[in-house]
């Protein structure tokens, strides 16, 4: 079955400083999402990229999805101690049922 | 808007004890229902997901199972609880082929 791989599962930044999660799919996906989830809570959606070669900005977030829409990427600039949580990609394949596959999570901590 | 909600939010139950874990949605009609479960420091792994009323399709064969036996509702069971079936247990819907929106989850310790 599809499996999505994410690296790195942790990743400890300075505060100030840029933070990349990497997604790697083992098939093409209609759209990739990610989500974030923050200690103790549940996962909340950021955003969805479904065009290949796609880029979407939120404020200091940046999305880009792969040319052949098997990879993704987060990239977080000037990291904030509000940052801290888990980034989580998740893929959809294509077909009539709807579900997506999640990479086990990237855990961002922030050192103020 | 549309809501989520799941309760109970913690569950603290002895193995081979039944669960019922029940999740409904409001503000939306016929959405995308799913089942998550999350083992602590893991990522999500998808249990049930149905798209209407009495359509449940099950992703991992194990001791739980589902029912949805309203539009906006779901919920999740088993009759004998195992060690193994603690975790974090989520629902989440979506209206289409778009961004999922999780329940603030389930906590379930098997005792």
């Known amino acids: 079955g599809q499996q999505v791989m994410q690296i790195p599962q942790y990743q400890h930044v300075q505060e100030g400083e840029d933070f990349t999660t990497y997604c790697n799919s083992s098939?093409?996906?209609?759209?990739i999402q990610w989500y974030k989830q923050r200690p103790g809570g549940h996962p909340v959606f950021l955003i969805q990229?479904?065009?290949?070669?796609e880029v979407k900005k939120q404020k200091r977030l940046t999305f880009q999805f792969g040319e052949a829409k098997k990879n993704s990427s987060l990239h977080i600039t000037a990291t904030q101690t509000t940052d801290v949580g888990t980034y989580f990609c998740?893929?959809?394949?294509?077909?009539?049922?709807?579900?997506?596959?999640f990479g086990k999570g990237t855990l961002l901590t922030v050192n103020p | 808007s549309q809501t989520i909600h799941q309760w109970p939010a913690t569950l603290v139950q002895p193995v081979g004890s039944p669960l019922s874990l029940e999740c409904t949605v409001e503000?939306?009609?016929?959405?995308?229902l799913y089942w998550y479960r999350q083992a602590a420091g893991r990522g999500l792994q998808l249990l049930f997901y149905?798209?209407?009323?009495?359509?449940i399709s099950s992703e991992v064969p194990q001791n739980l199972s589902a029912s949805r036996p309203q539009d906006r509702q779901f919920i999740l069971s088993s009759k004998k609880l195992l060690l193994s079936d603690s975790g974090f247990y989520l629902c989440?819907?979506?209206?289409?082929?778009?961004?999922?929106?999780f329940g603030s989850g389930t906590r379930l310790t098997v005792v």
């Open positions: 989440a819907w979506t209206p289409g082929r778009y961004g999922y929106t």
């Open positions: 098939t093409t996906l209609s759209n």
């Open positions: 990229l479904v065009k290949s070669g």
């Open positions: 998740a893929g959809a394949s294509g077909g009539s049922n709807y579900k997506l596959t």
């Open positions: 503000g939306t009609s016929n959405p995308n």
């Open positions: 149905s798209v209407g009323i009495g359509q």
